[in-house]
């Protein structure tokens, strides 16, 4: 890795402190604990003059949960999530993708809110300064002009999110809130990514993959809870103990006597957005049988991509995802 280059840092205490800073330096990157962004300044992809830190905003910092809804800070660690009782309790999917995330040290300095704004990634963006230069950089640089991943998508950037929080949250119907110079606005989760998923017809891709303002921070993210809803979430990486997900599944199911009564599965790692399924609820109103898998199985295949941005066959990634998907449900199911 490179040296860092020279930048300004800011530790403002307030989110109109935050707002401020952000107004006054446009090309400024916000830093909580810096386990993303802090890589990417050292290999040369990103040299923003000024970082905003954000972890002095006490304001950002919250973790309510109860049986009925869940609101978490942006600046709220990822540790803490994975260890709040009411979290574990009423929200299992999303206490497991916080604990899931890279090793314990990492946990205890990474923010909720740098994990749901994590960069799209791939393999040949994520590399050193002189590895892009040498491979005539990618359509995710500044000086590339095509996608390396699918060199004839036209100016579409195929780099995939791997955020863990993300699939979690969506199971819940996550909403996102943010703050900028127009003042305050909330999104549906869903709707806060907009990379290409081919079930929606999405027009961001790799690059422009966050439906976020210039100005604007993300302050927390919120859900609601569901009655009798069960949820887990599982993921398979190249090295269990810091690596990004190859793929990460999350679960959510009702159960109604021997039917189905509701079902919700999210997907990390597979797309440039994370992706709530579309069409699970065709599967519900009747018994979890082999023809309701079969099922499941056709609309994973369908909506998770199998482009090759990491150094796994993207094929694989659909296939394991797919696999992890159906173990889930089928556990969930038993323990509903």
């Excluded at 993303?36 to 830190?53: F, Q």
């Excluded at 574990?88 to 206490?95: C, G, M, V």
């Amino acid at each position: 890795m490179d040296a860092l280059h020279e930048f300004d840092v800011i530790r403002p205490k307030t989110i109109a402190e935050m707002l401020a800073a952000r107004k006054a330096h446009p090309a400024s990157r916000l830093i909580g604990g810096g386990t993303d962004i802090l890589v990417n300044i050292r290999r040369g992809i990103e040299k923003p003059p000024v970082l905003i830190e954000t972890t002095a905003v006490a304001e950002l910092h919250g973790i309510a949960a109860n049986e009925r809804e869940i609101v978490v800070g942006a600046s709220a660690k990822l540790a803490a999530l994975a260890q709040n009782a009411a979290v574990l309790k009423h929200y299992p999917a999303i206490a497991a993708a916080a604990d899931s995330i890279a090793g314990p040290t990492h946990r205890n300095m990474g923010t909720v809110g740098g994990n749901l704004c994590l960069d799209t990634r791939c393999i040949y963006y994520n590399q050193s300064e002189w590895w892009r230069g040498a491979n005539a950089h990618c359509l995710k640089t500044a000086l590339g002009e095509m996608c390396h991943v699918a060199p004839k998508s036209k100016g579409v950037c195929f780099a995939t999110y791997s955020g863990d929080l993300a699939p979690a949250f969506l199971l819940y119907g996550g909403e996102i809130d943010l703050a900028g110079p127009d003042g305050t606005r909330t999104l549906a989760l869903a709707d806060f990514y907009t990379g290409y998923a081919k079930q929606d017809g999405s027009t961001g891709d790799g690059r422009t993959y966050l439906a976020i303002r210039p100005g604007e921070i993300v302050l927390r993210v919120r859900a609601k809870n569901v009655p009798g809803l069960v949820s887990a979430y599982d993921k398979i990486r190249i090295r269990k103990s810091i690596e990004y997900p190859v793929a990460g599944v999350a679960v959510a199911l009702a159960r109604k006597g021997d039917t189905l009564a509701d079902l919700r599965v999210a997907f990390t790692g597979t797309n440039p957005r994370p992706v709530l399924l579309d069409g699970t609820s065709a599967l519900c109103g009747k018994p979890l049988s082999d023809a309701a898998l079969a099922a499941l199985d056709d609309l994973c295949r369908d909506q998770i991509m199998s482009m090759k941005t990491t150094f796994t066959p993207g094929t694989y990634r659909r296939r394991v995802a797919t696999v992890m998907a159906k173990r889930l449900v089928k556990r969930l199911w038993g323990a509903a």
